[in-house]
T-cell receptor, first 113, second 112 residues
Framework: QKEVEQDPGPLSVPEGAIVSLNCTYSNSAFQYFMWYRQYSRKGPELLMYTYSSGNKEDGRFTAQVDKSSKYISLFIRDSQPSDSATYLCAMSAIQGGSEKLVFGKGTKLTVNP | AAGVIQSPRHLIKEKRETATLKCYPIPRHDTVYWYQQGPGQDPQFLISFYEKMQSDKGSIPDRFSAQQFSDYHSELNMSSLELGDSALYFC???????????FGPGTRLTVL
């Protein structure tokens, strides 16, 4: 079993829809939670970073962390065609200062005009 | 704002050849991470450096080595290349404080 599970989709929604992306994890040592957006053949772009349970909002994006359930979510409001990309959740623990990222498989999202 | 720079962006090599990938972190970032992303896969951690010292090692083959230099740039050296080494190689950098890792555009390595 992978440490981080993420439904790969693909997910297809109409423009303006609310998108919900989710990851579960098994390692209780994970303390930092991130969402990256990756366009085809490009580097992952950091969207959201959280380190505590609860919600964090940034524009149309809301990241939610529930450490008790080992579950994180990313919500995208008023989705746009430009949001079409693969969304990767990533997590890290504190291990001797390394804090390497462990990624989910990524969910491919298409927002249709 | 300055981002992570990687070079070359594309590299084609034959089996058993060597390759060197370079990474220039964001200015004032002292930590560099290397990740490998195969086709349709998530990035896998290879190795990291903090203040020019190796800080962690992941699933990096013995054929690969890396280092971080005094100007904080890093190089990933890959020898005896195999077909399975074909992938996107990303470098990420972070500064002091929160574990926000910023990725470069990647080097696409193709081994023929």
């Amino acid at each position: 079993q992978k440490e981080v599970e993420q439904d790969p989709g693909p997910l297809s929604v109409p423009e303006g829809a609310i998108v919900s992306l989710n990851c579960t994890y098994s390692n209780s040592a994970f303390q930092y939670f991130m969402w990256y957006r990756q366009y085809s053949r490009k580097g992952p772009e950091l969207l959201m970073y959280t380190y505590s349970s609860g919600n964090k909002e940034d524009g149309r994006f809301t990241a939610q962390v529930d450490k008790s359930s080992k579950y994180i979510s990313l919500f995208i409001r008023d989705s746009q065609p430009s949001d079409s990309a693969t969304y990767l959740c990533a997590m890290s623990a504190i291990q001797g200062g390394s804090e390497k990222l462990v990624f989910g498989k990524g969910t491919k999202l298409t927002v249709n005009p | 704002a300055a981002g992570v720079i990687q070079s070359p962006r594309h590299l084609i090599k034959e089996k058993r050849e060597t390759a060197t990938l370079k990474c220039y972190p964001i200015p004032r970032h002292d930590t560099v991470y290397w990740y490998q992303q195969g086709p349709g896969q998530d990035p896998q951690f290879l190795i990291s450096f903090y203040e020019k010292m190796q800080s962690d090692k992941g699933s990096i083959p013995d054929r690969f080595s890396a280092q971080q230099f005094s100007d904080y740039h890093s190089e990933l050296n890959m020898s005896s290349l195999e077909l399975g080494d074909s992938a996107l190689y990303f470098c990420a950098s972070r500064g002091q404080g929160p574990n926000e890792q910023f990725f470069g555009p990647g080097t696409r390595l193709t081994v023929l």
